[in-house]
């Protein structure tokens, strides 16, 4: 399809099902250009035309350099420009860590760790020749401290909330926005793994959805920042969880994850 050369385009990885889609068609009924890129190409061709509007479709794997390198000069093509960018997809095993077989293990680093870095490095060339863009990575509120029975997941959160932390300062002179949102848990598909082996979601309720993500990410592309730092902390229980494990001795901070955990009956 010929977009006009106008309309702000966005990214978005992991578009074919949950946070993503909804990001996807938030953007869409906003007028943006949207690249809508999964590694299930029926489900992204299904949720393209659901949502409508003015779409860029293909399936990658974000493990994949390669697959990263063709789908953005794809959508390059067909938009002129890249205005935001959103490492969105993510996966998740849960279970103690010792029962977690190691290539699965592997599979998060690959996936949420080195997925959102190959995003960032294949798509900075495009970045730096749109004024104003931005990057927004999903990370969670696991990174603001490790959950038992999410700790490898918890550890690849993290590792994204300290990439975000430099690139942003990185990018600057380049003018590229760099953001994290880290929200507690969220009704998808995902949330079916997080309650199989993980007791804080059941000690602490699912509270967001992920048209609340979208919306989230929506404010954080249009408003500018000013003194609000890379990470935006989505949902009021994470806000105090943040506001905890700042203000209280650590020795609180471990008592009260493990409580919410119930780390002993793992
Ligand atoms: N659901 C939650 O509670 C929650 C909370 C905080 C953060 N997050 C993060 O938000 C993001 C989206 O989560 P969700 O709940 O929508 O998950 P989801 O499982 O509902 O959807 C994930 C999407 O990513 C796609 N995907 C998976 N691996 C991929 C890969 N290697 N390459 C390309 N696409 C791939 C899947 O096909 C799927 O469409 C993830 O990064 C997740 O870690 C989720």
């Known amino acids: 399809m010929t977009q006009p050369a106008n309309a702000s385009a966005v990214f978005v990885t992991g578009a074919a099902a949950g946070i993503g889609r909804a990001i996807a068609e938030r953007f869409a009924r906003e007028g943006w250009t949207v690249g809508l890129y999964d590694i299930d190409p029926d489900a992204v061709r299904a949720t393209a035309e659901a949502i409508g509007g003015r779409t860029v479709i293909g399936s990658f794997d974000v493990t994949d350099p390669a697959g990263w390198d063709a789908a953005l000069k794809q959508f ?19 279970g103690p860590f010792a029962d977690i077989p190691l290539d699965r293990q592997h599979r998060l680093v690959d996936v949420n760790i080195k997925g959102v870095l190959n995003g960032c490095h294949a798509a900075l060339p495009y970045l730096r020749v749109t004024a104003n863009s931005q990057v927004i ?20 959160k993290a590792a994204v909330r300290s990439l975000t932390e430099a690139l942003d300062l990185e990018w600057r002179h380049y003018g590229i926005r760099v953001t994290d949102l880290l929200p507690l848990f969220v009704a998808t598909e995902m949330m079916t793994e997080v309650t199989r082996a993980s ?33 935006v902390l989505v949902g009021l229980q994470t806000k105090l969880t943040a506001l905890a494990t700042r203000l209280s001795p650590p020795f609180v901070t471990r008592a009260v994850v493990a409580w919410i955990s119930k780390a002993d009956t793992l």
């Not at 390059?76 to 849960?94: C, E, P, Q, Y």
């Not at 007791?199 to 000013?226: E, Y």
């Open 137 to 156: 990575n999903l990370a969670s509120a696991s990174a603001l401290y490790g959950q038992p029975g999410l700790a490898t997941y918890g550890a690849t």
């Open 199 to 231: 007791k804080s979601a059941t000690t602490l309720g699912v509270h967001l959805t992920p048209a609340d993500i979208a919306n989230t990410v929506w404010h954080t592309a249009t408003t500018p920042r000013t003194l609000r730092g890379p990470h």
């Open 76 to 94: 390059a093509d067909a938009t002129g420009r890249l205005d935001l960018l959103v490492n969105n997809a993510g996966i998740l095993f849960s």
